[in-house]
């Protein structure tokens, strides 16, 4: 749950400032560092994160990726970043030739908004052409921050990570596959379809009439499955409402105001009304304590009795809504307090 407020916040700022950056430096600075930082890498400490760091590419010297991630002394992700307005597609070559010469385990290509995680499962020390995962941070999903989890500094795990990577690869190919063919279905797609259901002869006139029933199958499937769970899902959110109010009722019917906290409501009254109109004090009880607001608001807690056990107590708020218990022997004492009840008066007053 850290992990996921702490990408929306990252996401809101992208959002705020994107417009003001102007070069690949601020976007490190701006972006991309503070996503380094929230899986848990100091971005302050070599030993985990080393700027510039030197990729060699035959002779071809002074080569440098913007960053390194080490484990163990030892380089396990490289990160080349690039301005937040440019195209990432470009880039993959060079990404490439820094992963070959690094021998690193994963490689990152991003501009700050853009994500894109690659490893070599193809061959050995060659990086995949496509990556296996790739987010946008404004739009990031549940289950992709599930994936960057993985990436933390305290779940790292480079055989891990690999293992998953090969699944997440042909999972997104699928997801992308399917897509395209509820969009607009193939031909063999159809002919899948029409072959198990027509028993005559697929002619491309027939063909031509299973493309759309085909297509419209699809979408109806769709669209019935998604309201099928917004049902579902209705359906146990109204249950839940249901048992909550009647919780409620029950926690209410358990409530019961007694004699001594109706005067002693009346002695905070008393004390008060030198400062503001009665009607605007309320009391209202639970099964914890017998509560004193202003304005009926939750939000003005003026003081909090408890007079139910062999010890009374009063509970009185301060400016920043701290709460001091003090013990009283009788309700008489809360007169002792009148100073300090009717400075919690002033506190709402000057909001």
């Not at 995680?117 to 995962?133: S, V």
């Not at 027939?206 to 209705?234: G, S």
Request: hydrophobic letters at 35%.
């Amino acid at each position: 749950m850290e992990l996921n407020n702490q990408l929306k916040v990252l996401a809101d700022k992208i959002e705020q400032l994107k417009e003001q950056i102007e070069t690949e430096e601020s976007t490190k600075h701006a972006f991309v560092l503070p996503f380094i930082n929230l899986l848990g890498y100091d971005s302050f400490n070599p030993t985990e994160v080393v700027p510039e760091f030197t990729a060699d590419l035959g002779l071809k010297k002074g080569e440098k990726v913007d960053y390194a991630i080490f484990q163990n002394r030892e380089p396990v992700m490289i990160i080349e970043c690039k301005n937040w307005k440019e195209d990432l597609k470009v880039h993959n070559s060079q990404l490439a030739r820094y992963f070959h010469v690094t021998e690193t385990s994963f490689a990152l290509l991003t501009n700050g908004i853009e994500y894109r995680f690659y490893t070599d499962l193809d061959e050995t020390n060659i990086m995949d052409e496509k990556p296996f995962l790739e987010f946008d941070i404004t739009k990031v999903k549940d289950s992709t921050i599930q994936e960057i989890a993985k990436f933390h500094k305290s779940n790292f795990d480079v055989n891990k990570i690999f293992d998953n990577a090969s699944n997440l690869k042909y999972l997104k190919e699928i997801k992308k596959l399917i897509g395209n063919e509820l969009h607009e279905p193939s031909h063999d797609f159809v002919r899948l379809f029409a072959s198990q259901v027509y028993s005559g002869r697929l002619t491309e006139r027939v063909m031509e009439d299973f493309n759309d029933i085909v297509h419209k199958a699809l979408n109806q499937t769709v669209n019935e499955t998604i309201n099928d769970r917004l049902n579902a899902a209705l359906n146990k959110e109204t249950e839940k409402q249901q048992e909550e109010e009647y919780e409620e009722v029950e926690e209410i019917s358990k409530i019961v105001t007694t004699e001594e906290e109706l005067e002693a409501f009346r002695v905070v009254v008393a004390i008060l009304r030198r400062k503001i109109a009665k009607d605007r004090i309320v009391h209202r009880d639970t099964q914890s304590y017998f509560g004193i607001l202003l304005d009926d608001n939750n939000r003005k807690p003026i003081c909090r009795l408890h007079l139910d056990g062999s010890k009374k107590y009063i509970s009185l708020f301060d400016q920043n809504k701290n709460t001091q218990r003090e013990q009283i022997q009788s309700i008489d004492d809360i007169y002792e307090y009148e100073k300090q009840l009717l400075q919690t008066i002033d506190y709402y007053e000057q909001e």
